[in-house]
């Protein structure tokens, strides 16, 4: 099996690249598979990382990726399937043999297991589920009865714990005599008799204590716990604010359940981060690399609808001045550059006020204060380039007034730009929905609209 343990050769590979697979390494993999040499493919392999395994998989065509797995075979790590994309993973788990498959899962944690079953399809959960002994698959199956995304759903069961009153020998020596202890833990969790958890106890700080130290004087200071039912978002959000490694989980009658550990958290972070970015651009949190065409464009295709409904209301505040534009040719040419400018200067402060309001930076008490700044920001940058456009009116179309109608055009929807850039997302995030989804097309409608009407108005009432 491979453990990922063995450190990946990057003496050959840039600064730029220093975590990419090696292109000499991964034809060498491809060409093991066609001339279906196992003995060659396990050897190259065997030195990667879980991680890297499962980028080569995703890169690599569906046909390539099935023969890759059948030749691989045994040697298939459960650590493989909890790197991969969700997009890939339940085709690999399709290709694998029943027993590799059952081999594999055995291996992963409670919490990895979940993650991998949440989203498959009901008979890949059964076939992943009926590889588990007993208490695994009960453990799983609990895990699974709470809400989506929800600290449940996010813990690993496996928990060490000790009595409130133990000493650092009596844990120490508990620790040693355990036959199935998490692979990776942080904390021994200090419990009252009734389950209750009432401290961490770290393992350096066990390590080096003396054994008659009781645990509890040993214990940290700040200690958090975690609801079962709260939202994954918020335990990442206390993990990162807190600066936590791990936490214990509690149930409705405040006794421990499970654990999470600082990967999981940073996961979620991670996550999140990934799924506001892809928002805003309008995509689907859902999109992949490893998509096919149909469904990238299945998931793009809404948006563009909506763009295209914006960009026609945008038409029809400009077939309004039909009149002006045929009269003044300079408007049609110089009319994009307000609209470009406020829809850039608009994205700019939704970018800022959507990550202010994931990471709880941007709240009613601050809310005002970076309205006014993104509303100054928005006059300062709209003067500078008023001026930059004011002269370029009028060595271009030899019009001082061209100049100033173009250059207070910029300038106002540069300042709506700034406002609703902030509001809009504000008050979206206040209605409860998601900032990032919507913004976006607000905004850009918004100074599209106001961009053209201002300019052209402007210019209708001034030169004509």
């Known amino acids: 099996m491979t453990t990922g343990n063995t450190p990946i050769d990057l003496e050959t590979t840039s600064d730029d690249d220093v975590y990419e697979l090696d292109r000499k390494q991964v034809a060498a993999i491809l060409y093991a598979v066609d001339v279906e040499d196992r003995e060659k ?42 790197e991969l994309d969700e997009s890939v993973r339940e085709e690999v788990i399709s290709v694998l043999k029943p027993d590799v498959l059952a081999e594999a899962v055995r291996e992963l944690e409670s919490d990895d297991v979940v993650d991998l079953v949440e989203d498959l399809e009901e008979p890949q959960q059964e076939a992943i589920l009926d590889a588990l002994e007993d208490a695994d698959r009960i453990a799983v199956e609990q895990a699974l009865a709470y809400p989506e995304n929800s600290a449940g759903r996010l813990m690993q069961r496996e928990v060490v714990m000790a009595p409130e009153h133990w000493t650092v020998g009596q844990a120490i020596d508990f620790m040693r005599d355990s036959d199935d202890l998490p692979e990776q833990f942080y904390h021994v969790i200090l419990v009252d008799p009734r389950l209750h958890p009432v401290g961490n106890v770290m393992l350096g700080k066990i390590m080096a204590a003396k054994r008659e130290i009781p645990l509890r004087e040993i214990a940290e200071d700040d200690f958090q716990t975690i609801p079962v039912d709260q ?10 604010q807190y600066h936590l490694i791990s936490a214990p989980v509690t149930d409705d009658d405040g006794r421990l359940v499970g654990v999470i550990t600082i990967d999981d958290a940073m996961a979620v972070l991670d996550e999140e981060h990934e799924e506001d970015i892809l928002r805003l651009a309008g995509v689907a949190e859902e999109s992949s690399l490893s998509d096919s065409v149909a469904d990238t464009s299945k998931r793009r295709l809404p948006w563009l609808g909506v763009n295209l409904f914006t960009a026609i209301c945008a038409s029809l505040v400009i077939s309004q001045f039909e009149d002006s534009i045929s009269q003044l040719v300079s408007l049609a040419i110089l009319m994009p550059i307000v609209a470009s400018m406020g829809g850039n200067a608009g994205t700019q402060s939704l970018t800022v006020a959507v990550r202010a309001l994931a990471t709880r930076d941007l709240t009613s008490s601050n809310m005002w204060r970076v309205i006014r700044r993104e509303v100054m920001v928005g006059v300062l940058n709209g003067l500078c380039f008023a001026l930059v456009l004011g002269t370029i009116g009028l060595m271009w179309f030899g019009s001082p007034m061209l100049g100033v109608v173009i250059g207070s055009a910029l300038v106002v929807n540069m300042i709506i730009a700034g406002f609703a850039g902030t509001v809009v997302p504000i008050v979206l995030d206040k209605l409860g929905v998601d900032p990032a989804l ?27």
């Open 41 to 82: 493919l396990t050897e190259l392999m065997e030195p990667l990382h879980a991680a890297d395994i499962a980028d080569l998989l995703e890169q690599v065509n569906p046909f390539d990726r099935a023969r890759l797995i059948r030749l691989y075979d045994r040697e298939f790590d459960g650590e493989i399937l909890s």
């Open 231 to 240: 939202d994954e978002e918020d335990v990442a959000y206390a993990f990162n």
């Open 438 to 464: 919507a913004s976006g097309t607000f905004v850009t409608t918004t100074t599209d609209v106001m961009g053209f009407f201002i300019f052209l108005g402007l210019a209708t009432v001034v030169l004509l």
